[in-house]
């Protein structure tokens, strides 16, 4: 399966659709902010705001982001940390027990960082959903350090067939 992060717009963090949004972080910051070493991930921001989301190819989300930002060069460069740094997440179940449902969070050190989009009816198949999620992280990681090693390597293909540039020995 691949995925692609996809970025989302609000025109403020107090629109209908941001707050939707962040209710499920609310709720898992609730319970588990203790845990977490956190209380509040808001930053102040004025104006629009910006969340990403990890969608699956069929266009489906899968997981979210945990904060908004006050433009999109900010959520990416979030994104490219968290993908870099994939081997570092690690996914806790969220229970509800009002709703009898799971769902899933992935935190990185104390920081909270992604949220499962959905509620699962146990905790192995919320648990197995996250550690979805962070192998397409992960998937992201290695496609992108091999498109780099592929660039790499087509600068030092030689421009003449059969010229070996300077340093490499047949």
Request: glycine fraction near 8%; aromatic fraction near 6%.
């Amino acid at each position: 399966m691949a995925a692609q992060l996809v970025y989302a717009r609000f025109p403020a963090r107090a629109h209908r659709a941001a707050l939707d949004w962040m209710r499920a972080v609310d709720d898992v910051l609730s319970v588990h902010a203790p845990d977490l070493g956190v209380v509040s991930i808001a930053e102040p921001v004025d104006g629009a705001v910006v969340g990403w989301r990890l969608v699956s190819d069929n266009h489906r989300e899968i997981a979210r982001g945990c904060r908004f930002f006050a433009s999109e060069r900010a959520a990416r460069s979030e994104t490219a940390s968290l993908v870099s740094a994939a081997a570092d997440l690690v996914v806790h179940a969220a229970i509800e027990p009002r709703l009898r449902t799971t769902g899933w969070f992935v935190t990185r050190g104390d920081q909270l960082v992604m949220i499962g989009a959905r509620r699962y009816e146990n905790r192995s198949v919320a648990r197995g959903s996250g550690a979805l999620a962070v192998r397409l992280l992960s998937e992201m990681a290695d496609a992108a350090s091999g498109a780099a090693v592929a660039e790499r390597g087509a600068r030092l293909r030689p421009e003449k067939p059969g010229a070996v540039p300077a340093g490499l020995v047949r």
